[in-house]
């Protein structure tokens, strides 16, 4: 029996859900411009009640729904991160979506179950619940990747992005059933409290389950050798869904990834951290390499995310548990600098016409001098430079690992941030150093692109400069960990 | 009440991001206002902290202010953290208002230019770093701020960028200024390692005068001179003075700001703000004492024989700021920070009443080319004049207080050293003849001008006139703020200056003793210990000694360019080759660009032509092929067919199942 007390805790889902399916309603009642307009308010309205719910939260660790379900500052800071993503991408989406005529409430409806997902995956310690959440939020972004209808693209990118996440899934479900098969536990805590007292029934299924995690977490999370599908998902879909799932979906599934392992296996640490010090590697090498030859700035970004996500695994593997508040300060930095350059991606193109090629920035600097002033800042963070939030990011997770004696990685990290720095500075140098190559036209001006911009700015420079409120707030989130 | 001493530097800071930012399509007038208020404001505040402070007792006279944590990394922090204390609350004075007047001059002196908003934005961006330096209550701070005026100090120095002379002056003073602050970093590290093996982290002043105990002699040695490296990269002295005198490339105002005022004496105000640990290694002291010695002496010797009236100046400059480190170097510190301000006053104004020679010239700065222009400009004369007998050391003015309490101190503090005392003198003898040399030349005799430029010559505005005539001002009373005990003064700038230095030894005795020759007989005979009962008749002798060298250099200056102007040409005649020498700087530069510049690009071709070109390119085009290479093969697999991107995730599943069942022990 369930106290209806329990509720309460989860008002921010409930928020969200009831939301999403008002908007629903309004999507399948009515068409046309003004109905998704206020589709698209309602949807802010309803992310910032979510956020002050969840912003409420913070400092309460329960566990409710017969342990099915948990609230803790883990799952609170990063339902946090989620719901900014929400705000911001659906502020930039207003115009966005109107452009790309694919405006309607269930534009909207779909981002907030996205979220919904996301938030059920990473507060809870239970497999099932975990997996749940996960699937709302990749079947969402199934269907908002293949948007644009008539773009053969997006189509392609969506059904490429289906079939290859219902593989991935089935590896991971696969894994949690072998770990259930030699444990019997599904429970992370209980599976944790087993471990510590006695060997699995069987430890190569064990071991077999750890690794189809591996993979099943390693297609979300866009890691070498399972992130073939990034760039060209990321290239067909929506900007505003690329820049959704660039920080999003990510965030969650390294938020589910930290939390099954460093809460259950950690005692096979010696397992998991060989293989993923491989995958690290493999991710950062591989997206820093392959972004040095794109022209294409959606691709780039793409494989500069896969990138991205092999920094974060350098913090992941040392298994340190003191250090994973770097995972989430870099997840939360990560956020605005992504987001920042999408938008101005998106600013960029027309309908149809996205501009994403490397040479439509030539000049910009002269032409649309604030635009291209928040793309270097944009772009410098993501290529660590400080003060900017991105520094302070790259500067905690390296760290972590030379703590914790993880050298190679470290120099393999600050090698690949110098190969990286190159691509990054290409689009800069094209915008201040070189003559416009073809006229664009006007560029997609709206205060709400403006907005934020602004906001990403401020939010990497504030970061920068003064990190740590940031970082004790997430130590204070990874404390249950300890 | 200490809550708000943050706004020293964030108005000019303010100033700089307005006009910055904004100041595209400012009216000239707007600019100029955001500018010159943004400093004044500065001042203000710290002349009502200044207010506080003198009623506060002595002990009491520390503001505190932490802003923020900045870096914090394990069991190190830093904080953004201000520190006003008799020392820095004089550094801020000097700085905004002295800086707040030059500003003001500037205003008239760069009417013409087109950079005019650039200027100010520098110019404002410079006053801020500077007093974040002299605010900052850490050294990684107060690094930021060191950096931060080396940085304006070049961008102010090529302001005319198009001009290759500018330019390159530029860079020089960037690049000799690298090697001073790579001395400072090191210094940096080495005490934070030190410390930390101690168990101590810490970079803030007050923790680290608690913690200096923990230093070893030795280690302190080290500490304090790779300080003074850092030192005499800003502030010009032996052996990385040779970019101070090229600095004059840039606007007058500049030079006078950062290049005499301000910045150059960044150094003296960072050993005044170490000196706990500068007491502590006696050697450190010394080396300090001769190097300020040397440059001091030579730089003079070399303004002697300098045509161009800016590059007089500029070597005065580094001759005074030699004085500066005479003083510290005798540990007596606060005689050094005396000398800084008092120079502050009549230098800042020396170069602003060259400026306006020269705005009255048509921009000519060589004295051979001038004469005559008392009557013409007689503001810029008259305050000239002050400044000349200042800086000569004329009893009354500001610079005889400060000149003569170094000198003593050179004196009593280095155990009598009669030597030291005389090359202080002698340098004194030869300030006063070089600037009434360039006095005389420019200001009495016949003009030499051409006749287009004659025509010319008018007198500055007054918005450029007014800040001459407050420079004037101070520089006559300034000193009196440090009139040494001997004639009946109180010498309160030390006694201000107490709480951070600590207490100077005891002042000598205050009954004159009987005229008493032997004792500068015995000095001279022994240079060694000489009693302190004579202490206070000797400081007698040495301060008469040093009056007479010094007028005895103005009236050189007047007979050789004033009574008799044939003397200086027969005197260049006979002495062709020593002219030479010195006129040509002594061929430093010319060495410099021998042992380093010419050896470093020749190993920058050599690295170029060979590592370059044949190693690092080799690497590169091979990394280039092997990348496009691995681009193909990846490019195979990116071949956006599902199959492909399905079957690379068997491959990494089976790879990684392989890896984790392999791990059965």
Redesign the interface.
Known sequence: MIPASEFKWILPEIILTGWALVLLLIGGFSKGALSSRISGILCLVGSFSALFCTLNLWGVNIDIFNKLYTIDDYGTFLKVVFLIVLTLVTIISFRYTEREGIASGEYYSLLMFGVLGMMVMVSSHHFITIFIGLEVMSLSIYILCGLLRNNVKSV?AS??YF??GA??TA?LLYGIALIYGSTGILDLVELKRYLLTKQPFA??MF??G???L??GF??KIAS???H??T??VYQGAPTSITAYMATGVKAAAFGALVRVFYTALLP?I???S??LW??AVLTMC?GN??A??QRDVKRLLAYSSIAHAGYILVAFITGDREFTSSILFYLLVYTFMNIGAFTVVIMLGRNGEENTDIDSYAGLGVRRPFIALCMSIFLLSLAGIPPLAGFAGKFYVI?AAVKSQYYWLAVIAVLNSVVAAYYYLRIITNMYFKEPIRELGVIDDAPQYGFVMLVCVWALFHMG??P?MF?LLAQQATRIFL | MADYIWLIPVFPAIGFLINGLLGIKFPKTLTAWVACLSVFCSFVVSAIIFKQFLDLPAEARVFEMTA???I??GDFSTQIAFRIDALSIIMCLIVSGVGSLIHVYSVGYMHGEAGFRRFFTYLNLFVFMMLILVTADNLLLMFVGWEGVGLCSYLLIGYYYEKDSAANAGKKAFIVNRIGDLGFLLGVFLLVTTLASNGVWTLKYSELQANAHLLTPALAMAITLLFFLGATGKSAQIPLYVWLPDAMEGPTPVSSLIHAATMVTAGVYMIARLNFFYTMAPTTLLVITIIGLLTAFFAATIGCAQYDIKRVLAYSTVSQLGYMFVGVGAGAYAAGIFHLMTHAFFKGLLFLGAGSVMHAMSGELDMRKMGGLRKKIPITYWTCFIACLAIAGVPGLSGFFSKDEILWMTYSRNGANIWFWLFGAATAGLTAFYMFRMFFNTFHGTCRASEEVKHHIHESPKVMTIPLMVLAVLSLVGGYVGVPHLLGGSNYIEKWLEPVFGHAPAPAAQSMHAFDLSVIGNAFASSGASGTVHETSAELYLMIAAIVIGLSGIFIAWLFYVKNPELPKKFVKKFDGLFNLVHNKYFVDEIYGFIFVNNLFRLGNLCKNFFDEKIIDGIINGTASL??G??GL?RR??N?L?Q???F??I???I???Y???R??P
């Open positions: 392609e059904l490429k079939l290859l593989f991935a590896f430890v190569t071991l077999a750890i690794g189809l591996i993979v390693g297609f070498v050798p399972f073939m599908w760039p060209d096979f010696c397992g998991w060989t293989i491989v995958i591989i390499i392959t040095l030859v760290s400069i003064f740590r970082i | 923020f944590d900045w914090v990394s990348v496009a691995m681009g990846l697999l990116q956006g599902v492909g991107y399905a690379a995730m491959l990494g599943a790879f990684v199942l890896f984790m069942i791990m059965i």
